[in-house]
């Protein structure tokens, strides 16, 4: 379910009506006349909401879902339905979901040139708040006590900033919840459009983006970083992490508490890092990665799979690092027993 504070919902919608949007037949059993008041993931449907389903990726939320409709690719019916879903089948999950979220939501980027004012007057500012030269802060965004905000930095509409927050010059923050005591550095891009896309044979359709940025409190961000907000469930950055400059968070990503993320590391999607993570730079996690608690992976390593917690890890793909240094060991060995014998 989108944020009301950052979109606006043009439902309900009859699911006749959606069901025409998203180019799939009513099924018998429903009542074409209906009201679908929301979209939303399966984890957080209810009764009036419709959802989604890939069944590569979330099985044990589809069986527990209470959404009252759900779209799912052609083919084999899944094992269990829930007994209160009705399924609607399309050729492709992401292109129909595209549809009925644009109906929903058909303008939820955000347009600054709709602002006139750099502070807009439905905006609450704290005291002690310090704006810098050129500060925009939009419709409903909120500033807590003692917080500065650099020189030429966007606040998007709804956006909070808690307590003692210092954001940098040239930084834009949209769709976001920043808690108290974060760092955001110059340059950083929060709560951009998340990199989704549905691939056709007559090429590639942008998925709504319509989650948000969750940052918890003493968390900081580097200069020219960015995080993406998440689909339709939120990207969350966890109590006391830490993020280097030049790091890409992908959209509904969940970071754990306390990870530290060295330069250049790139997360893509729907990754999830256990608490006290570390992962050294230039580090790239492939979407949908488990990485457990206080797990800590070498720099310029590939994660492909999920990693257990309390493990050390190195290399493309990323493996235990004692495994790892071995086999760079044994291949130094032996290409230098190949140089020997070719020299003699």
Not at 13 to 35: K, M, T, Y
Not at 93 to 121: K, M, N
Not at 177 to 188: K, N, P, R, T, Y
Request: aromatic share 4%.
């Amino acid at each position: 379910m989108a944020d009301p504070r950052f979109y606006d919902n043009r439902g309900p919608l009859a699911l006749s009506e959606l069901c025409l949007i998203a180019g799939v037949d009513c099924p018998a059993q429903a009542d074409r006349n209906a009201l679908v008041h929301d979209i939303a993931a399966l984890a957080q449907a209810g009764p009036m909401h419709l959802s989604f389903f890939d069944r590569a990726r979330a099985k044990a939320e589809f069986v527990a879902t209470k959404a009252g409709w759900c779209l799912i690719g052609n083919g084999s019916p899944p094992e269990i339905v829930p007994p209160q879903t009705i399924l609607l089948p399309v050729p492709s999950v992401g292109r129909a979901l595209r549809a009925v979220a644009t109906a929903f939501y058909p303008d939820h980027e955000l347009d600054i040139r709709a602002q006139s004012l750099a502070l807009h007057p439905t905006a609450r500012v704290a005291e002690n708040v310090v704006l810098g030269p050129g500060v925009i802060v939009g419709p409903h965004a909120q500033i807590g006590e003692g917080s500065c905000i650099g020189a030429h930095t966007i606040l998007g509409r709804g956006v909070s900033i808690g307590r003692n927050c210092q954001i940098g010059s040239n930084v834009f923050v949209q769709f976001t919840l920043v808690g108290d005591e974060v760092v955001i550095q110059s340059g950083a891009v929060i709560g951009g459009s998340g990199f989704g896309f549905a691939t056709g044979a007559d090429g590639h359709v942008k998925t709504p983006q319509l989650g948000r940025v969750i940052i918890q409190d003493h968390v900081e961000v580097g200069a020219n970083s960015t995080i993406d907000r998440g689909a339709i469930a939120d990207t969350v950055i966890g109590e006391g992490s830490k993020i280097d400059n030049l790091v890409q968070i992908g959209h509904n990503s969940i970071i754990g508490r306390h990870c530290v993320l060295a330069g250049q590391v790139g997360i893509s999607g729907s990754v999830v890092l256990g608490d006290f993570v570390i992962l050294g730079g230039k580090v790239g996690v492939a979407d949908h990665v488990t990485i457990g608690d206080r797990a800590r992976v070498a720099a310029l390593s590939g994660i492909a799979a999920d990693l257990e917690a309390g493990h050390d890890y190195a290399g493309i793909p990323a493996r235990p690092a004692g495994q790892w240094r071995r086999e760079v060991a044994l291949l130094a060995s032996q290409v230098k027993r190949g140089k020997k014998k070719r020299d003699e």
